[in-house]
């Protein structure tokens, strides 16, 4: 069936530091991938989204490329902040978009 | 700004009490989930409705139902509620084919004593 992996966490770096959060899938067909972000006390939010094969998607200095070869959709920033710790959730919907998987979520934290 | 709100941000309840988990979402969107969060497991769907009164499991819908009697409306039920159900519970919801992009609510953390 269709599954999301992503890395497990936590993940601790200090501001300005490079991001990389790794996620796999598995599915049939030709799913839509996303990355939601969830700040502490807060609801999940979409942060990027990528619909085909080699699409990057873009968000608030974040991007992931959609990559169908590895089945991969890893997020990276170049230059993380404070303000970026949050737990951060790969997902993947099939066609239809009525099903939804998610990974087990990676918590990021930003130190100053 | 599209909103989901869930009714209650913090429950204690008790073994074998009946628990309802109410979300409302006020932009007219035609599909609605409830999913639980647990450390180390991400998101778990429960169950979901494409329409008024259509209803779907989910990968864990055993000790749960649901009632969507308005479209804007989608109740998670929990008959007798067990320890086991302690969580974090998560509404959301979506237009029917778009972009796919799902809007959560808050979350609503359910303590079963």
């Known amino acids: 069936g269709d599954s999301v992996t992503q890395m497990e966490g936590p993940v601790t770096l200090s501001e300005e530091a490079f991001l990389t959060i790794n996620c796999t899938y598995t599915?049939?067909?030709?799913?839509?991938l996303f990355w939601y972000v969830q700040y502490p006390g807060e609801g999940l939010q979409l942060l990027l989204k990528a619909t085909k094969a080699d699409d990057k998607g873009s968000n608030k200095g974040f991007e992931a490329t959609y990559r169908k070869e590895t089945t991969s959709f890893h997020l990276e920033k170049g230059s993380v902040q404070v303000s970026d710790s949050a737990v951060y959730f790969c997902a993947l919907t099939p066609y239809n978009f009525n099903k939804f998987y998610f990974g087990s979520g990676t918590k990021l934290n930003v130190k100053p | 700004d599209v909103k989901v709100t869930q009714s209650s941000r913090y429950l204690v309840k008790r073994t074998g009490e009946k628990v309802f988990l109410e979300c409302v979402q006020d932009?007219?969107?035609?599909?609605m989930f409830w999913y639980r969060q647990d450390p180390g497991l991400g998101l778990r769907l429960i169950y979901f409705?494409?329409?008024?009164?259509?209803?779907e499991k989910g990968d864990i819908p055993e000790g749960y139902s649901v009632s969507r009697e308005k479209k804007e409306r989608f109740s998670l039920i929990l008959e007798s509620a067990s320890t086991n159900q302690t969580s974090m519970y998560l509404c959301a919801s979506s237009f029917e084919s778009n972009t796919g992009e799902l809007f959560f609510g808050e979350g609503s953390r359910l303590t079963v004593l």
């Open positions: 599915a049939t067909g030709y799913p839509s």
């Open positions: 409705s494409y329409d008024v009164k259509m209803k």
């Open positions: 932009m007219d969107h035609e599909n």
